[in-house]
């Protein structure tokens, strides 16, 4: 079982990046799958949750209104969209599979799997 995530990268302030967290050795369509994201010295904190299953989305308030989390089950993947980026975005990003159960939640240990990361930096 592994989580792949991508898309990281530098952007200017007000920019956009796509991540993407491509799951092998299971089907995501049964579970939920959460975003999360750290910076150095700092807790992760979540950032957003989709339930396959049901379709419920949920999102972090810092970040209501600028990402958008989807799901494409042909390609085993889920995708965060990022817009409206600001340099408080910077972190690590983490994707997370949460296989005991489809429902989304909020906190790490909720989570089985983990995506290595990748690194966004939000700076002009």
């Known amino acids: 079982v592994q989580l792949q995530a991508s898309g990281g990268g530098l952007v200017q302030p007000g920019g956009s990046l796509r991540l993407s967290c491509a799951a092998s050795?299971?089907?995501?369509?049964?579970?939920?799958i959460g975003w999360f994201r750290q910076v150095p010295g700092k807790e992760r904190d979540w950032v957003s949750c989709?339930?396959?299953?049901?379709?419920?989305?949920f999102y972090a308030d810092s970040v209501k209104g600028r990402f958008t989390i989807s799901s494409d089950n042909a390609k085993n993947m889920v995708s965060l969209q990022m817009n409206g980026l600001k340099p408080e975005d910077t972190a690590v990003y983490y994707c997370?599979?949460?296989?005991?159960?489809?429902?989304?939640?909020?906190?790490?240990?909720?989570?089985?799997?983990w995506g290595q990361g990748t690194l966004v930096t939000v700076s002009s």
């Open positions: 997370a599979a949460k296989v005991i159960s489809p429902w989304c939640g909020e906190y790490e240990y909720e989570y089985d799997y």
């Open positions: 989709i339930s396959i299953r049901s379709g419920a989305i």
């Open positions: 050795g299971f089907t995501l369509n049964y579970y939920a």
